[in-house]
Structure formats: C-alpha cells, structure tokens
C-alpha cells in the first residue's frame, strides 16, 4: 500500500504537466494569414498609419471651412507710475490705475479661387480709470473686410488637386500594406512548414538508420556484412542524429518567427497543415496590368508627384519678388458710456490699403528658381515614366512565373511518390542483400530531396499568388479588385 501512495505521489507533477500543457494548435495558410491581417504589429502599424492619413485630410479640409474665434483680455488691469512730459520739458511721474479689457468675435473664409480671405468681425472694448472713477466703452458693431494678394502664389488652388490625391493614395497603400503582410504570413508559414517537414524527415531517417544499424549488426556477427559497410550504416546514424538536431533548431527558430509575425502569443505549438489544395483560376495578362494601374498607389502617386512639380513651378513663378496685395474693409465703429451706446447710431468706418514690392535688381535669383523647378518638374516626367515601365515589366514577369510554378507542381507531385515508392523499393531489395548501402543512400537522398521540391514548389505557388494580389490588387480567383472600406 505505501509503494503504491509513493508511486502514485511520485508521479503526479508529470500527470498535472500534462494536463495542464497546452494542446496543439493546428493551422491551415488561410487561416494564417487572417490572424496575420488581424492581429500582426504590421498590421496595426498599417491601421495606425491609415488613421493618421485619414485626420491629416479632415484636417486639410477645415482648413477651409470658416474659422470662428473670440479673442478676449478680461481684465486687463494696469497700476503704475507714467512719465509724463511736461510743457517745459521735464518728465513727472503720474500713478495710473486703469482697466482695459476688450472682447472680439470673428469668422474668416479662405477663398480657394484666389488665395484671399474675407472676414467679419465685431468687437468691444472698455477702458475704465479708477483714480478718476470714469469708465468709456468703444466698439465696432460690425466690420467686414478682404485681404487679397495680387500676382502672388495662390497655393490653396494647387492642394484642392494635391491633398484628395494624397488621401486617395493613402487608402490604396492601406489595401497593399494588409496584402503584403498576407504574402510575409504565407512566407513564414512555409518556412515553419518546411522546418517541420525536414523534422519529420530528419526522425523518419534517425529511425530508419538506427534500425538499418541493429540489422547490420546482426548481420555481420554472423558474418554476412563486411566491417566496411557495418561503419558505413553506424555513420548514417549519426549522421542522421545531427541531421534531428538540427532540424529541431531550424523548427524552433521559424516557430518563434511564425508565431511574433501572426500575433499568437501562447505557448502552445502549432502544427501546420499541408496547403494542397490549389485554387483553380486563370491569370489574363491584360487583366492584370490594367487592374494593377487602376488600383495600385504608385498610379495615384505618380498624378500626385507630377502635380507637386507643376506646382513647384507656379510657385517660382509667383514668388518672383514682385508682390501685391489688396485689404480693405468697410463697418460701423462707436463710443460711448454705455455698452447700449455703441450700437445706438453707430458711424461708418472704411480702410483700403495697397501694398506694392517691386524688385529691382536680383541677379538671376527668380530666373534661376524657375529654371531649376522646370528641371526638377522634367525629372519627375522621366523618372515617373521608367518607373511606370518597371512596373508594367514586373508584372508581366510574375504572370508568367505563376503559370510556369503551376505547370510543374505536377512533376514535382509525381515525383516526390516516384522516389518514396523507390525508397521503400531499395530498403526491402538491401533487406534481403539485394542491394548495396551505397545504392540504398542514394535513394533516401533522392526521396528527401524530392520532399523538399515539393514543398517548396507550394511555397513558391503560394509566394506568387500572394505577390500577384500585392501587385493588381486584383482577386483572380473571384474576379473582384481588392479593397477595404474607407
């Protein structure tokens, strides 16, 4: 009875270690890739980017809007001793204990068509003296002005095409930036993949080897195996023991790597789940370089780069030195003792100013600027083009790499159960003495390599499909663009 309490004791750690051990996680690519897109630091860096995109252009268009504020200094309290200057010219010091406050409401409107402003305002203000206890009110019940400068660089025309532009932009490149962290999601999935498949490689052929060993061993103690190829079988074991250490890094590496990049943060480990079911659809290369150049950023990008060089060259021209500018205003403007008297008969107030600067001599200064926008504004033209060339020649490159990676995932298929069903072959053929160890290794090396090539010829179907949708923005398999709500 105590054996059994102790055995009972003794044991139950290792029986709650392996209650309470997390169970493994099975993933299949899409799966992956949706955890990827919801919860990778990628993707939230990509939704706080759009966020902050987003709020640049609401702010662009208040800028825009009317501007109300209030202004007001209440009180504006001052006691101190004043110079005065008397009539003979000497200098007394007065006290002076006064209260100035004043109070200004006012709206301003851009004018987008002409770089002006116009603006309304209506203000208050009072002065009180409290050595002689006397209080004064003045105030504009109402004032409306223009400020409008003339032959000047009107740069609210320009980001009325240049901002919706760059917010346009800004959604677009949201919709790549969530499809490239898709295609880096289905990359470190295979990775993972490919580490467990050469661990389950790497445990098949330790076990293999250590058998093919314990046969060996048995054979040449009855003398059938030469001491040459007992070492021979001894080696591949151990060669085949590092080959399991090894692979069990590699596994441990790409699982951490996995695991950091979809958001999964248990320590749980994840078996992944072979993607061999391929979707069946056909790639038109007309289709997909007209889609890439409807929905791709680099399109809006390229509108907006050409305009901000036009732009640049309109302001060279505007900020040639020779400046203008018109302000003008028109209200009713009163005192009195009261705040009821300013607005009783107010009188009417005008102001009209107009400022000229002319340049006289700049040494080139204003020719030179505009010289240098016309070149920088030819730059972007050519650089723009090539870039657009680039681009059309990189697409066509990656239709045609998918077509060819999908042509041979049949080789690659039938050949990886050509060299199993051949391994098994040479094992049962060296089994019965049929075959040498030389012939048997060069199997499991043919057997492994063509696991490998087929994996990799997925990773490499995959890869490309993911980067085609990076590139159009284009769901072949669905027939529908890609895109995300604003």
Known sequence: MKTYIFITFAFFPILLQAQTKEPELKLSLVQAVGLARENSTAALQAATLKETRYWQYRNYKSDYLPQVSLDASLPDFTRNNVAVTQPDGTVEFRPVANDNSQLNLGIKQPLRFSGGQVFMSSNLLRFRDFDRKQTRYSGSPLVIGFNQPLFSFNSFKWDKKIEP??????????????????????????????????????????????????????????????????????LASLNAGKALSQADLYVESAMLNFKFYIGNKSDAAIALLLPEKLAKFDIDMSIAISEAR????????????????????A????DNGLNASLFATFGLSNKAND???????????????????????????????IKTAQANQK?????IAMQENNFDQEIYTQVKQFKLIREQMQNNVAADVTAQERYEIARNRYLL????????????QEKDQAKRDYIMSLKNFWDAYYNIRVLTLYDFETGNRIGTSD
């Open 315 to 318: 302001r060279a021209h505007g």
């Open 433 to 444: 003495g049929d075959l040498s160890i030389t012939d048997l290794n060069i199997a499991l």
């Open 339 to 369: 705040i009821p008297g300013i607005y009783s008969n107010p009188k009417d107030q005008q102001t009209l100013r107009i400022g000229v600067q002319v340049p006289i001599l700049d040494w080139g200064r204003s020719a030179a600027r």
């Open 379 to 383: 730059l972007a033209e050519y650089s």
């Open 165 to 234: 532009l760059k917010y346009e932009e800004s959604k677009k490149k949201y919709t790549e930036d969530l499809e490239y962290i898709s295609k880096m999601a289905s990359t470190l999935f295979f990775d993972l993949l490919i580490a467990q498949i050469n661990h389950e490689i790497a445990v098949k052929n330790k076990k293999n080897n250590d058998t093919l060993y314990k046969i060996g061993e048995m054979k040449a103690g009855m003398g059938k195996l030469s001491r040459d190829e007992l070492m021979q079988l001894k």
């Open 294 to 313: 409807k929905n791709k950023h680099q399109t809006v990008e390229f509108r907006r780069t050409l305009l901000e060089a036009q732009k640049e060259v």
